[in-house]
């Protein structure tokens, strides 16, 4: 039982609620993004992250400002089966929001020289909650508690006589819960500069910020019968007592450099962020479990602790083309993430077989000098494995579609509005019983993860 409740809260450490991107990334920075996906050529203000190079090709000198939001809506649920479960399978139902997700960009263009600077979401973006727990609490307790009162009744003749059997998870009350936040603030500054009609540069850097809190209890009390068999061998009704409220934080620095190409309606864009190390250190309010010798196995969460959590490094490509001239507009946009080579808590990127890739797609249409409408898709190919996969981190893979629009409500101030769903794939993870079997319990179990996500967006453009 030791290292099940090790293995238990060993878990819930990682949990995210990433929107669109790679595993630890948030890509939707502008809300020209959520109506087209793809803005990896664009020369627009969103630029500034999605093109940075392209920056240097603003249509307007001087300062421009855009502010947006977005509020995101997500569900990650488990489908669990595990012998002990008294139903046979289990659905746990996870939620995540976000319903302020605030973004600013601004940049100042003076002649060939384009300075700009951002604060964003960059990674995480809200709050999961598992009001019934989670899978890994039901079946490691439960596991636990046969295991323990097993030896029990096999070592003392009257603890069998009065219990007439191990416990089993009908002759208890399990409660369990658990929640979590993870934010990762981003602050951006670069400066990009245009060579000539052609071709332009950025380098940067960004300042990232970690805050997050998790926390989480499992509480097993015994029922009326239980509890006057164990009140007769002198014990308690609480079978296990475990509760953690523990914050992190932590920063890291991103150095980031693009290029862009211009010729005859065709763009050519790249952007390359390097890896951050990110080290997130533990501020543990509450540590607590019954019974206390299980104590000396909960190190990693210990008030001080560094944990790794490494952004990977991303490499951007585009190409965008006028179909036609200042009217119709189309990009492709290719990502990868170098996950493999991110650190991640208790080397969990090792058990990836690749990093990410990310394909997508936008088209955008200027019907007049008013409105303006464009749609898009992207496609996100994860390198997952079974032993990546995790109750409080899974992935996915997925395609999303956004559509939406702009509208130039003067000639300095433009209103973009955005909606993207995305559709995941479920991923079922069987494991099979014996060593380390479902959860460290040695017994086989299944789980089937399955998510789903939905952004909606407005923000506004003003030209100084």
């Known amino acids: 039982m030791r290292k099940t409740l090790y293995t238990l809260l060993l878990c819930i450490a990682p949990v995210a609620t990433a929107l669109a991107g790679g595993l630890l990334h948030n890509t939707n920075q502008h809300i020209a993004f959520v109506r087209m996906m793809a803005r990896g050529a664009t020369s627009d203000i969103d630029a500034v992250y999605s093109n940075p190079a392209g920056s240097a090709f603003l249509d307007h000198q001087g300062w421009t400002l855009s502010l947006n939001n977005q509020s995101a809506f997500q569900r990650r649920d488990v489908e669990a089966e595990f012998p002990l479960f008294p139903e046979g399978k289990r659905q746990y139902d996870g939620k995540a929001s976000a319903p302020i997700l605030p973004s600013a960009i601004v940049a100042y263009q003076r002649n060939k020289w384009t300075f700009s600077g951002m604060f964003a979401m960059i990674g995480g973006g809200g709050k999961c909650s598992y009001d019934q727990g989670l899978p890994m609490f039901d079946a490691a307790v439960m596991a636990g508690i046969y295991s323990r009162t097993s030896a029990l009744v096999n070592s003392n003749p009257a603890a069998a006589a009065v219990l007439g059997g191990p416990v089993m998870p009908n002759q208890y009350d399990l409660n369990t819960a658990m929640r979590g936040r993870q934010y990762i603030y981003g602050l951006q500054f670069g400066a990009a500069y245009r060579f000539n009609s052609h071709i332009s540069a950025f380098a940067g850097v960004r300042f990232n910020y970690f805050d997050g809190n998790y926390r989480g209890h499992v509480n097993a009390t015994a029922g009326e019968a239980l509890a006057e068999k164990l009140a007769i061998l002198g014990q308690g009704n609480t079978l296990a007592n475990i509760e953690l409220d523990c914050d992190q934080t932590g ?184 060593t380390p079997g479902y959860c460290n319990t040695g017994l086989a179990g299944t789980d089937v993860f399955k998510r789903k996500n939905k952004v909606f967006g407005i923000g506004f453009d003003y030209k100084f």
């Not at 991103?254 to 211009?262: A, L, Q, R, W």
């Not at 309010?285 to 991303?314: I, M, Q, W, Y």
């Not at 997508?360 to 898009?376: C, M, P, Q, R, Y």
Request: aromatic letters at 12%; glycine letters at 8%; proline letters at 3%.
């Open 251 to 434: 920063w890291g620095i991103t150095p980031v450099i693009g290029f862009n190409y211009k010729v005859k309606g065709l763009t050519l864009a790249a952007k390359y962020e390097f890896k951050t190390n990110l080290n997130i250190e533990n501020d543990t309010k509450t540590l607590n479990v019954a019974p206390t010798e299980f104590r000396s196995a909960l190190s990693e969460f210990e008030h001080g602790v560094n944990t790794p959590s490494d952004l990977p490094a991303v490499l951007s490509l585009a190409a965008g083309y006028e179909i036609l001239p200042n009217r119709l507009r189309a990009t492709f946009e290719f990502h990868h993430y170098d996950d493999k080579n991110a650190e991640m808590a208790s080397d969990k990127q090792r058990a990836l077989t690749r990093g990410t890739l990310e394909y997508l797609l936008g088209v955008e249409w200027d019907i007049n000098k008013t409105f303006t409408v464009s749609a898009g898709g992207q496609i996100t190919d994860y390198g997952l494995s079974d032993a990546y996969q995790r109750h409080t981190s899974f992935a996915c893979d997925s395609y999303s579609i956004g559509f939406g629009g702009a509208v130039n409500l003067t000639k300095k101030l433009r209103m973009n509005l955005g909606y993207f769903r995305t559709i995941y794939s479920n991923y079922t993870k069987v494991t099979p019983a014996g």
